[in-house]
T-cell receptor, first 112, second 113 residues
Framework: NAGVTQTPKFQVLKTGQSMTLQCAQDMNHEYMSWYRQDPGMGLRLIHYSVGAGITDQGEVPNGYNVSRSTTEDFPLRLLSAAPSQTSVYFC???????????FGQGTRLTVV | GNSVTQMEGPVTLSEEAFLTINCTYTATGYPSLFWYVQYPGEGLQLLLKATKADDKGSNKGFEATYRKETTSFHLEKGSVQVSDSAVYFCALAGGTSYGKLTFGQGTILTVHP
């Protein structure tokens, strides 16, 4: 019973590099989202998806891209990493009719 | 827009002390309210929730009551343990915004033996 799985757990990037944070869920949830966690600021929504092929921007979308080709997967892409993107990233999923979200273990990203 | 405000932290308590972490919110309509807990090095786990006014959520000895008149959802526990040391987040989801949460800034709780 894996739930929401994120990879990698840790990553160090140089400024300007690109990478993809992976997220997969095995609960057949329709809704998936990405958050970033910064000290003293709680979690802020980056991007959101209500189903395969449908995505929307959250509170802090700049510098990030997403796509959702399957129900299970929701990768987050950093096209050109910046030090301001140093953060802990969480992927979450939820099902229709239930407003609570289930979270992955997080990816700690450092951009130098 | 929606917003959540938690009490300033961190909070340090002795084992068996009473815990209150204050949470107030601003939202249109009738949001669902949540408390999530994050143990060191882990992701967020749902601790408890309430979906309508006057509902009381409870789990693991923690309780919170959805107070629409004061727009609050304060977390309480009568006797904390060292194992309760974690970061606690208050959050809301508006209407049918499934999984689209607005979080407070988090409160670090440390419990000493």
């Amino acid at each position: 019973n894996a739930g929401v799985t994120q990879t990698p757990k840790f990553q160090v990037l140089k400024t300007g590099q690109s990478m993809t944070l992976q997220c997969a869920q095995d609960m057949n949830h329709e809704y998936m989202s990405w958050y970033r966690q910064d000290p003293g600021m709680g979690l802020r929504l980056i991007h959101y998806s209500v189903g395969a092929g449908i995505t929307d921007q959250g509170e802090v979308p700049n510098g990030y891209n997403v796509s959702r080709s399957t129900t299970e997967d929701f990768p987050l892409r950093l096209l050109s990493a910046a030090p301001s993107q140093t953060s802990v990233y969480f992927c979450a999923s939820s099902s229709r009719g239930h407003t609570e979200a289930f979270f992955g273990q997080g990816t700690r990203l450092t951009v130098v | 827009g929606n917003s959540v405000t938690q009490m300033e932290g961190p909070v340090t308590l002795s084992e068996e002390a009473f815990l209150t972490i204050n949470c107030t919110y601003t939202a249109t309509g009738y949001p669902s309210l949540f408390w999530y807990v994050q143990y060191p090095g882990e992701g967020l786990q749902l601790l408890l929730k309430a979906t309508k006014a006057d509902d009381k959520g409870s789990n693991k000895g923690f309780e919170a009551t959805y107070r629409k008149e004061t727009t609050s959802f304060h977390l309480e526990k009568g006797s904390v343990q060292v194992s309760d040391s974690a970061v606690y987040f208050c959050a809301l989801a508006g209407g049918t915004s499934y999984g689209k949460l607005t979080f407070g800034q988090g409160t670090i709780l440390t419990v000493h033996p």
